[in-house]
């Protein structure tokens, strides 16, 4: 048959079998795109041929509504915001892929679509349509944009999302009087939060704000210097764990946890999606690769969810690979001093707050001399020591982990914070913990304890410069240390590792410095214990540090010498 022959609505057979084709691909799209909440959330390996199924159909559907069009707009009632939904389904796409790959180039790729929805207004008729459902579409829309631009650090991009989403939802509320209003009003204070998170502005000579990635960048983490030995581990992957309920939270992440999500990240590469010459966007196939360890995002976990990804994660570390475990949560108390301070008799960090779930059912309130159930002790995490292990753990009770036992002798190391702020430290908790900030940010916690809020751009790059400099003197001091662990020395050979045990060792030997901080209990620690002398209390780290206050004009606010520390 052909093109011109009709059937008996009078459509061309050719146009019929588009509309026909279309509606198979998108059906399909859909079926796949559901199919992808049924699977495991944790493994690397179970999910990726299902995605590639799912991808290559959402390029088939994409690439034929752009080749078909006219047949579509005429016989099938083709709608911009039909076209929307499509470019938002393969933008999340992207995103689920960087959450599962942490490949930071799938980020831009999620970018590129979402981008492309509003710049070509595809929902734009949405509001003239009374379907409050297709709104919502509208408003999710903008969510996910909103967390994308976050973590691509385009801050000024987010502040004028955020105008319009609120626009959109005062309009969405008026017209259809909804119930979700409350809901939607929430997301707009957490993402101003998240937006207003960092607590020092730094300042362009024009007075507007500069927006810096804190992501692993080339050549800022000191190279290793010849002849130094050093273990070749590599950090492949990593549980980040949140459950902090007075912290600023939006789309399931606590700053906290977007902080060290961020910190164990290489700067993206260029967008990879592909414009041809008509200016049409197309999906890339193969973004460009870049190494980062893989990411478990899970907040508020319970203990049984908690167990399944530690052990899936596991199951699947490569040799000579690491698996990293970050914890910012509430501590759990013993209640009583025992006289056994064992792994499971010192409490541990709360993951889940809900007391009253057991195995998914609401059951009695357990009697509260019991464990809690959903406490995270150190020896809950016994068992995944016969693999190397790293640990930070960010809690009112991290001193838990200090006491750790390491029977197998594999690499391990704790990381823990203080478990006391001075007080003014504390009334700031909602922004993120400081210990968290020195690990993210060293600069920006510095300058926060300091009470700076705002510092200038060519300031801001002269104390960079010289805390360039410190990290590489903290690198060759720990290197050096004839007494300390032979564990930090293992995992000093990758970057993330090495740059989080200096960055470590710089906010240990800044608070101990800072007036400020007065009790041992404010000051990280560590298992194994780092050697003092070597390291958080040399000479060298703490010229360094004065030299950084004298910068910034702060000096009054530390011991100018070590006479003063022991006085004091």
Known sequence: MTGAETDEDNIPLGERKTVTDFCYLLDKSKQLFNGLRDLPQYGHKQWQSYFGRTFDVYTKLWKFQQQHRQVLDSRYGLKRWQIGEVASKIGQLYYHYYLRTSETSYLNEAFSFYSAIRQRSYYYQVNKEDRPELVVKKLRYYARYIVVCLLLNK??????????????????????????????????????????????SVLRDSGSALVSSHR?????????EQGMVVGQLALADALIIGNCNNQVKFSELTIDMFRMLQALEREPVNLTTQT????????????????????????KPTFSQLFTFLSASFKELPANSVLLVYLSATGVFPNARLDYEGPYEMGGVLTNTNRDVLNGETGQKRNQSQKEMHC?????????????????????????????TNLFGQPLVCLLSPTVYPKNVQDQAQRGSLFTLFLYCPLLA????????????????RAHELLRRTYHDIAQLLARSRTIDQAFLQFFGDEFLRLMLIRFVFCSAALRLHKMFREVRSYPESYPQLPLEDTVESALLQKHILDLAAMLDVTNLFWSDHDSLETY
């Not at 692993?216 to 290793?224: E, R």
């Not at 890339?284 to 990411?295: D, I, L, V, Y």
């Open 155 to 200: 801050m000024d991009l987010v502040k004028v999302l955020v105008k319009e989403l609120s626009e959109e939802i005062e309009d969405y509320t008026q017209r259809f009087n909804t119930e979700d209003q409350m809901e939607w009003n929430l997301v707009l204070q957490e993402v101003a939060a998240f937006v207003e998170a960092d607590p020092v």
């Open 216 to 224: 692993l960048q080339d050549g800022c983490v000191p190279a290793l």
């Open 376 to 404: 995270l002790h150190p020896g809950d995490l016994l068992p995944f020591t016969r693999k190397p292990l790293f640990v930070i753990v960010d809690s009112s009770n991290s001193s838990a982990y200090k006491n750790f």
């Open 446 to 461: 510095f300058l926060s304890v300091c009470g700076l809020s705002s510092v200038g751009q060519a300031l801001w790059e």
């Open 276 to 299: 041809n010459k008509q200016g049409t966007l197309e999906p890339s196939e193969k973004p460009a690769k870049r190494e980062n360890p893989h990411k478990y995002l899970l907040y």
